[in-house]
């Protein structure tokens, strides 16, 4: 057997006929060592072919409200079986390697989610550059994501889930009592939950 001899992206059918395939009529290309893919449009592929997504949300520290959007998100995806999606959270000034605050896994272990795995990691280049969509507590999160390239990826997490510009940010819990981080817990679940809808339908 031999190819095609053609580039991956030079599809074409033997012979030069056009096929159809689902409702449109589309060029195909297929050899038996390459198999058969369309020119265009692209087909619906099974799950295990989607491309990743990779979301990323920010806060100062990462020890507080981007570990608990992170794990609301993970939990709201894996609901809806977006197993395509993966999730991280980092911080403008977090140490590297930090447990969750106590607050943060108090109230998390409230809710079913348990955070005693999490550890913090610094915002750099690399996570803005390996992330598709930076999801931040306020707009100078934002403004760091944009210093380190990430200015068409990022936006405030109460903006991209719908809210008000004056009603966006997320307030800092940290040093607070438990009611603080209760209250910081709820903003963040109604604003995941603004958030999931879009997320999980670009990769359907």
Known sequence: MRSCGRRRGDWHHEGGEAGKRGSGEVEFTWCYVCFYFPASPLPRFPAYYLPLMHVLFVCTGNTCRSPMAEALLREALASRGADQVTVASAGTGAWDGAPVSEGAYLVGLEHGLDLSGHRAQLLTRELVKASDLILTMSGHHSARVAELGGEDKV??????????????????????????????????????????????????
Do not use: C, K, W
């Not at 997320?170 to 009592?177: E, L, Q």
């Not at 438990?178 to 999980?200: F, H, K, N, W």
């Open 155 to 204: 936006h405030v997490l109460g903006e991209y889930a719908g809210r008000e510009e004056s009603n966006r940010e997320v307030s800092d819990p940290f040093g607070s009592d438990l009611t603080s981080y209760r209250a910081t817990y709820d903003e963040l679940q109604e604003m995941i939950t603004g958030v999931v809808g879009r997320v999980a339908g670009t990769v359907r």
